[in-house]
């Protein structure tokens, strides 16, 4: 069993599109992250939710829209598509803060 | 502010040679630390951590890491590096209470040559 899983894998958009990516882990923990990676592999924290609860908003367009309908699952819906866009979105989650985090398998977003 | 170091972008070894990978950080207490791994394409994988105690930690795979307070450094050791370790290797971060918020290195490939 994949233990965090994020779908899907590869997408490839229009500018000016609407999109999600799916997150969901099924090991009880009550945090989960959104981590954008761009092209020179640099990890950064867009969001993060404990328990349903937004606790980490980082400085992140509003096109980018986090949602939790419940502790295992954590989806990321971004309007307007831009080029910039393009990258490698991880999800992760952690038991606790200061805990190792489990990585998804990543998402690359195309935006043409 | 906050952040973690790493000055090595790209380094080479030769398969069976030994391996050392830098990673600074500056915090304002000592923080949890982490090694991660990221092969082609996957996400990352933990290979060790450091929250108390005992300066140099294993983790899996063959890899060390050495804690030196007094230089605010958590090197990535390994005695005989393997083909297999060619990905890119990240050192991480993370607040001992409350914040969630794990700060990431920028990473060093890393190329093992036959």
């Known amino acids: 069993d994949t233990a965090v899983s994020q779908t899907p894998k590869y997408l490839v958009t229009q500018m000016g599109n609407d999109k999600s990516i799916k997150c969901e882990q099924n090991l009880g923990h009550d945090t989960m992250y959104w981590y954008k990676q761009d092209s020179k592999k640099f990890l950064k924290i867009m969001f993060s939710y404990n328990n349903k609860e937004l606790i980490i908003n980082e400085t992140v367009p509003n096109r980018f829209s986090p949602k939790s309908p419940d502790k295992a699952h954590l989806n990321l819906h971004i309007n307007s598509l831009e080029l910039g866009d393009s990258a490698v979105y991880f999800c992760?989650?952690?038991?606790?803060?200061?805990?190792?985090?489990?990585f998804g398998s990543g998402t690359q977003l195309s935006v043409l | 502010a906050q952040s973690v170091t790493q000055p090595d972008i790209h380094i080479t070894v030769s398969e069976g040679a030994s391996l050392e990978l830098r990673c600074n950080y500056s915090?304002?207490?000592?923080?949890?630390l982490f090694w991660y791994v990221q092969s082609p394409g996957q996400g990352l994988q933990l290979l060790l951590k450091y929250f108390s105690g005992d300066t140099l930690v294993q983790g899996i795979k063959g890899f060390e890491a050495e804690f030196k307070r007094s230089q605010s450094s958590f090197n990535l050791r390994k005695p005989s590096v393997h083909w297999s370790d060619a990905a890119e290797y990240f050192c991480a971060v993370a607040p001992t209470s409350g914040t969630y918020k794990y700060i990431f290195g920028t990473g060093t490939r890393l190329k093992v040559l036959a």
């Open positions: 915090y304002g207490a000592t923080p949890y």
């Open positions: 992760a989650s952690s038991r606790a803060s200061g805990e190792k985090l489990f």
